[in-house]
């Protein structure tokens, strides 16, 4: 059963294990240095189906299916699945999984539903309520553009600040027992606004959801940056990632520049993929979290791992009417 | 210490690395430039087919507007407008560029409610205000010239 430590984390003392995990992408991600990574790369965008959407779904199913068949089960044994994406009322979850028959709790964490659902999925196992759950988050490319800003086709230009959103999928397998990396506490962080209303610059508007996440995490568990071997954001991306760092030495005077990373920077080759700032979407950190490192920490090259996954709580609408772009960053501590 | 969101802003516009001003200048201007000696081009070209005047003004935009029709379809124009930014969205091009990215962009939604309807999504407005501006102009011409 979780523990309530200082104000905002739970640890779970069971140390539920992920026992498998398992990332798609297509061709782009495929090229960038985390290439050889992924479980399964799709040379088409479209998975060969007829939509955008579908292909995004296609994209989460396949994750969803490869992590269990990693963990050696099938959908039919998973208690429940926790998982969203950042279309329409998830749609690209819902559709994607419905014929797996699991227990589904929809989420919505925008870019950090990676993180949310690894908590959620870790909470309910430590307390018994499951066996096993899935926690999945997916993006695609042309859906999110379609969505969000402009048609494929449109001859635009993108500013310096903008990050590309992943064709990606992360799957992982959550049990109560068994062999992989462990998920020992977990943090559900606080809604942060600091005023930035570009929606082409979602970094410098999650930076401060990542930062409170991190301080929060830090303060509760008394722990300083050095005890971990990586603080790794969700998808900052360059400009997120410099003002992350600013603020932690400016708000508390920590230093996390020495074990900080970033998926939004790592996903792409930041200047030979023209990315701009770097990846985002759900599947960027989704499936940086469920190959890269996970393998590591199964591998013992990591050994605890503050994965702060961050979303952009923002609408099409939102932004059309002027808002400021709230965000959100949900701590997970993984270790080996 | 905690930010406010005025300190905060001004850290994020630090932050930001600027558009490549300059160089997006000269290539908006070099493209821009290429497209309207094209016009030109065109234009000298249905004059010597012994197209009359009226037929030449019809023919140049038209031809521009095609091309460009034809070049989004491929998956060109695109490529060529991140790089040459106002350039290929000041002249006519932009404009056929605009009404033909969401036309295809929607067709899945089907022919009414999407390419029908999602077709002038960015250039309604073109259209709303251009016509708008047509008509303030022409009053002020009629009070002004009466």
Known sequence: ?336 | MSITDKEYDKMAKKAAPPSPKGLNMIKAFLVGGAICALGEGLYKLFERLGVNEDGVRALVPITLIVLTAILTAFGVFDKIAKHSGAGTIVPITGFANSVVAPAMEFQSEGRILGTGAEMFKIAGPVIVYGSSAAVVYGLIYWITQR
């Open chain 1, 1 to 336: 059963m979780a523990i309530r430590q200082g104000r905002y984390t739970l640890m779970l003392p069971s140390r539920p294990v992920i026992t498998g995990s398992a990332a798609v992408g297509a061709k782009k991600e495929g090229e960038g240095p985390l290439g050889a990574e992924f479980d399964k790369i799709f040379e088409d965008a479209t998975t060969g189906e007829a939509t955008w959407e579908k292909a995004e779904s296609a994209l989460h199913r396949e994750a969803v299916i490869r992590a269990l068949a990693a963990a050696g089960a099938s959908p039919s044994e998973a208690d429940m699945i926790f998982a969203g994406d950042l279309l329409n009322q998830c749609t690209g979850t819902t559709f994607g999984i419905r014929e797996l028959d699991m227990p589904f709790a929809g989420l919505f964490g925008a870019c950090s539903t990676m993180s949310l659902s690894l908590a959620l999925a870790g909470i309910m196992t430590d307390s018994g309520a499951l066996r096993m759950a899935v926690a999945s988050t997916s993006s695609h490319f042309c859906s999110a553009e379609k969505q969000f800003r402009m048609p494929l086709e449109y001859g635009g230009q993108r500013c310096p600040t903008a990050q590309w959103t992943a064709t990606a999928a992360g799957a992982a397998v959550v049990e109560a027992q068994g062999d992989g990396p462990h998920i020992e506490a977990v943090l559900i962080g606080r809604i942060q606004d600091l005023g930035i209303k570009d929606a082409n610059n979602m970094g410098a508007a999650m930076a401060p959801a990542a930062c409170s996440t991190i301080i929060d995490f830090l303060r509760d568990t008394n722990t300083s940056p050095e005890e971990y071997d990586m603080i790794l954001t969700g998808d900052l991306g360059s400009v997120g990632s410099q003002l992350l760092l600013e603020l932690m030495q400016k708000q508390e005077g920590v230093d996390i520049g020495g074990v900080h990373a970033d998926c939004g920077m790592m996903l792409y080759d930041l200047n030979g993929q023209d990315v701009h700032a770097g990846a985002s979407g759900c599947g960027c950190s989704g499936a940086v979290v469920c190959s890269y490192i996970m393998r590591r920490l199964k591998a013992g090259e990591l050994k605890r791992v503050l994965f702060v996954g961050t979303g952009a709580l923002m609408s099409p609408v939102s932004s059309l009417q002027g808002e400021s772009i709230p965000s959100i960053a949900h701590g997970v501590l993984l270790t080996n």
